[in-house]
């Protein structure tokens, strides 16, 4: 699978056996719960879309078809830019004597 720039694709079951070398096991055209994201089921299968930052999601069994996804993360809010301007200027003494 070429992931470079991709957030999103539309896969059929037969794409990934493909890109897998083997068939897809019954149970991956039988229960959509097969195609979940769970990294602790059997399916070595996922790994390649997994290990490229992918997830499967909008699993439709009639037509053996899903959407590869990354999630989206948000992006870092900006820092405001004041921010440390007067960093080393104030110079706080403890109390006591002078």
């Known amino acids: 699978m070429d992931a470079a720039g991709q957030t999103a694709r539309a896969v059929t079951f037969h794409e990934i056996e493909v890109w897998a070398g083997t068939r897809l096991p019954r149970s991956a055209y039988a229960y959509r719960a ?5 990294s ?5 299968v ?4 997994e290990l490229a930052g992918f997830i ?9 078809s899903l959407f590869l996804r990354r999630p989206s993360v948000a992006p870092p809010r900006p820092r405001h830019p004041l921010r440390g ?4 200027t104030i110079q706080l003494t403890p109390p006591g004597p002078v």
């Open 34 to 38: 097969w195609w979940s994201n769970n």
């Open 40 to 44: 602790g089921n059997d399916s070595n």
């Open 46 to 49: 996922s790994k390649p879309w």
């Open 56 to 64: 499967a999601t909008d699993v439709d069994m009639a037509m053996r």
């Open 85 to 88: 301007v007067l960093k080393g």
